[in-house]
């Protein structure tokens, strides 16, 4: 955990300590800003507003999953990893990443939540059992259900990494014998405080995205403009299918028929080998994976729709999307208007985080 004094100081003042260059910031800050979607002109009054935040506690639990989404944010280069731990938050509780174990990590956790209530952030990674009370996943002999009930009591906002804690994931699949069930969903039924929720969801999410969300909230101090599933429209505002590379072939009628035929090599799209980008909502296309080098489609494999509820129950990986609607001119089109419509309100959101700043300033 950091030192009281630590917790205290700006983003800025600690920076500075450590040696990073005004030059070093900037960059930081301009990185911030091409995450969520601002233009260059911004980054002066992103690194004003940066300069004066105060570094938040950030709780980070791990409950039903994998790790992949802790590996995911490990590989994060803009911000990176080192970055956002070391001066831009105060990671105060990681069970894979943090030295302490035992006791020494349960107690770095609850001192944590006393001496940060009401401001600490929570990442919750993972799904909540509950069939059973809950007796699937438990953590130095509390269910995961009452280590979450315990920590959103007290926080400022919680933060859900990755599908398994956004809308269930893998864990809530049929048959689901685990009773998994999503953040939203204790939120909705009481078993948990309500609290603003950020749905970063992914398997595993694009690491820049969940770097992103947290450098959002420290220039602004609030939770970005969401979607109808609770994620920010900066990165799940528009289809994958929207900003593909292989759009132009789905509009000319080319697409591959095998995953190794004279199509799939010309880069065709991969709508008839199940590609289910037409239907969802994720950065991929644009922000990319491994510092901007590909994504799945890029790699020659269609889009599993990972980010969206209930994905693996809907199945179909390698079988085409009804091609009842997407198949023809108004299915475009429609996609198109949606698509034009949410770029319009995330403009109107970036418009009032400006006029936010400046009003400030």
């Given at each position: ?100 174990a035992g006791t020494a990590a349960e ?232 698509g034009a419509a949410i770029g319009i ?17």
């Open positions: 955990m950091a030192k009281d004094h630590d917790k205290e100081q700006t983003l800025g003042e600690a920076l500075r300590q450590q040696g990073v260059s005004r030059r070093g910031f900037l960059k930081f800050c301009a990185a911030t800003a091409s995450l969520m979607a601002m233009p260059p002109s911004m980054v002066p009054a992103i690194a004003k507003a940066l300069d004066k935040a105060r570094r938040p506690s950030v709780i980070y639990l791990s409950f039903q999953e994998c790790t992949g989404c802790a590996e995911s944010l490990t590989r994060s280069h803009s911000p990176t990893l080192e970055s956002l731990m070391f001066n831009a938050i105060s990671l105060d509780y990681q069970e894979t990443l943090q030295a302490a107690t770095a956790l609850h001192d944590a939540m006393k001496e940060n209530h009401g401001k600490y952030l929570v990442l919750v990674d993972g799904s909540i059992p509950l069939k059973d009370d809950g007796v699937y996943s438990t953590i130095a002999g509390k269910t995961n259900l009452q280590i979450l009930k315990e920590a959103a009591e007290g926080a400022a906002a919680v933060v859900a990494v990755g599908t398994c804690s956004s809308f269930g994931g893998i864990p809530k699949a049929n048959p689901n014998p685990t009773g998994a069930v999503s953040v939203s969903e204790l939120m909705k039924s009481g078993h948990i405080a309500t609290k603003p929720l950020i749905n970063v969801s992914g398997c595993p999410p694009i690491p820049v995205v969940i770097t992103g969300v947290l450098a959002h909230y420290l220039t602004f101090g609030e939770v970005p403009a969401l979607d109808v599933h609770g994620r920010p429209k900066a990165f799940f505002g528009e289809t994958i299918h929207d900003r593909c590379y292989r759009r132009p072939f789905y509009d000319q009628g080319k697409f591959a028929k095998t995953f190794d035929d004279e199509g799939a090599r010309s880069g065709w799209c991969l709508y008839e080998l199940g590609c289910k980008g037409p239907t969802t909502y994720n950065a991929c296309a644009t922000t990319k994976w491994n510092g901007g080098v590909s994504f799945p489609v890029e790699s020659g494999h269609g889009c599993l729709g990972c980010s969206e509820p209930n994905f693996w129950d809907k199945g179909s990986f390698y079988a085409p999307l009804s091609t009842g609607h997407w198949g023809t001119a108004e299915g475009i089109a429609a996609a198109a208007a949606a309100g995330a403009a109107a959101m970036s418009r009032r985080h400006q006029d936010t700043i400046a009003k400030e300033e």
